[in-house]
């Protein structure tokens, strides 16, 4: 097989003598006429080409050379990295679940003996402390089964919805504000009130099924659906439905002290809350920061801070509103299971049932029939209840921090 290299093919000017598309940047000179150092700047300076044999002594071609990463490719692969704000949030929202959690379905069990205890005039125990209280709820547990301190909850979280929703549809219907900006006048402030006298008006023949429900004894109960709340609501109204005594009280005489009871409770709450919110960020403002800006405590604590004092103070703000407002919740309560032929646990002993059978002819009557007969203690029937539901809540609270600083370090 003869060779394809013409004669003239000296490995370096051939190109440059010969095609045309390389004549363009040399001269068209020939190497043989060229001087040495000419030779020579030809020869120490070839084109790095993959696969070309114009290399130096002891160098290796690149087979496949990969080029480096621009200075954006660390922060892209960075940003497509899940953020640890999203973790954040993700957290922020599990410690609100776990809050919701706490005050809606593991606290259930205490609000249920706690009204139990209040409307028990019969009581000779007043449960002033939570041993006597926790001693009492096992035993209703174990005679009646797991379910009995559980009742009334799906009713509650219905109204609960109904509550939201009228809310919502009465405040895009009138002026009146269903929140308070930071920059609000005593206009906006009786606005917001009114708003939420009207709710508590407009559902209060459902809050009544419900604190009936919530009371009732687990042993002679039926089992009502999730949705007979509003039912028997509206049969309370137009004056169908359940069979009552002539006891039960009519519904304007539940009026002022259920409207009375839950705007003093929301202002209570509100005014709290705000307080300690700002007491609690005013401190971690003030406090000293680390010399490292980058140091992981810091991060943590800045997280802590962005989530906890908010549901501090909301916990801060229920447990000072059902303190204060104890008393005069045992009167309302008394008032709406009157003549709903409704039998409750035995508070004392929980292994037995009892009537209710007061004849109160109003607020008055019954808050001076309750200091007559019972003392002044009496308006503190289940006290003991509140201190195991906001101990318990705590507890949670504190566990809950507990977990989301480990992740937080760990992460």
Same mark, same amino acid.
């Given at each position: 097989?003869t060779?394809?290299r ?6 370096l #000017?051939?190109r440059?003598?010969?095609d045309p598309s390389?004549?363009?940047g040399?001269? #068209?000179?020939?190497?043989n ?7 020579q ?21 690149p087979?496949?050379e990969?080029?480096p990463a621009?200075?954006?490719?660390a ?7 899940p953020?640890?704000?999203q973790?954040n ?5 599990g410690?609100?679940?776990a ?9 259930h069990p205490?609000?249920?003996f706690r ?15 939570p041993l006597?209280a ?6 209703v547990? %174990?005679t009646q089964?797991p379910?009995a ?21 009465i !405040?895009?219907c009138?002026p ?7 920059k609000?006048n005593p206009k906006?402030?009786v ?5 939420k ?9 459902f ?9 009732q004894s687990?042993?002679?109960r ?8 509003? %039912?028997?609501g509206?049969g309370?109204v137009?004056?169908m ?5 002539k ?6 005489n539940?009026?002022?002290p259920?409207v009375?009871h839950?705007l ?5 709450? !509100?005014?709290?809350?705000r307080l300690v919110l ?7 403002t003030g406090s000293p920061?680390h !010399?490292s800006p ?15 004092p908010?549901?501090m103070?909301s916990?801060?703000? +229920?447990?000072c ?14 008032l709406h299971?009157?003549g709903t032929?409704?039998?409750i646990?035995n508070?004392d002993?929980?292994?037995e049932?009892?009537?209710?059978n ?15 007969e019972?003392?002044t203690?009496g ?7 509140i201190?195991v539901?906001? !101990?318990?809540?705590?507890?949670v ?7 989301? +600083?480990?992740?937080l370090r760990?992460?």
């Amino acid at each position: 097989m003869t060779s394809r290299r013409p004669d003239s093919f000296d490995g370096l #000017g051939y190109r440059g003598r010969e095609d045309p598309s390389f004549s363009g940047g040399y001269s #068209g000179r020939s190497f043989n006429n060229s001087s040495g150092s000419d030779l020579q700047h030809w020869v120490t300076t070839p084109p790095d080409i993959p696969g070309s044999r114009n290399l130096h002594f002891g160098d290796r071609t690149p087979q496949f050379e990969t080029a480096p990463a621009p200075p954006e490719t660390a922060e892209e692969a960075q940003s497509a990295a899940p953020p640890s704000e999203q973790l954040n949030r993700f957290a922020g929202f599990g410690i609100g679940l776990a809050s919701l959690f706490t005050e809606n379905v593991l606290a259930h069990p205490c609000i249920v003996f706690r009204r139990q205890c209040q409307v028990n005039y019969h009581a000779r125990c007043y449960h002033l402390s939570p041993l006597t209280a926790i001693s009492v709820m096992y035993n209703v547990t %174990k005679t009646q089964g797991p379910k009995a301190l559980w009742k009334g909850m799906g009713s509650t979280f219905v109204v609960q919805g109904v509550t939201l929703g009228t809310e919502g549809i009465i !405040s895009e219907c009138t002026p009146l504000p269903r929140e308070l900006s930071h920059k609000w006048n005593p206009k906006q402030v009786v606005g917001h009130l009114v708003l939420k006298g009207l709710i508590m008006i407009l559902i209060l023949p459902f809050f009544c099924f419900v604190f009936m429900f919530s009371h009732q004894s687990e042993i002679i109960r039926d089992n009502p659906g999730i949705l007979d709340c509003v %039912k028997e609501g509206i049969g309370r109204v137009i004056g169908m439905g359940v069979p009552h005594s002539k006891r039960l009280l009519p519904l304007w005489n539940l009026l002022f002290p259920t409207v009375l009871h839950g705007l003093l409770h929301y202002v209570i709450s !509100s005014s709290v809350q705000r307080l300690v919110l700002y007491l609690l960020r005013r401190r971690n403002t003030g406090s000293p920061k680390h !010399s490292s800006p980058d140091s992981q405590t810091d991060a943590v604590q800045s997280m802590l801070d962005a989530y906890f004092p908010e549901l501090m103070a909301s916990f801060a703000a +229920s447990l000072c509103a059902d303190v204060l407002l104890f008393p005069l919740e045992t009167v309302l309560h008394r008032l709406h299971i009157q003549g709903t032929r409704t039998i409750i646990d035995n508070t004392d002993l929980g292994f037995e049932v009892l009537p209710i059978n007061t004849q109160y002819e109003g607020m008055r009557d019954c808050i001076n029939a309750i200091r007559r007969e019972e003392g002044t203690m009496g308006f503190y029937k289940g006290f003991g209840s509140i201190v195991v539901q906001y !101990s318990l809540h705590a507890a949670v609270l504190q566990f809950t921090k507990m977990i989301y +600083s480990t992740l937080l370090r760990n992460t």
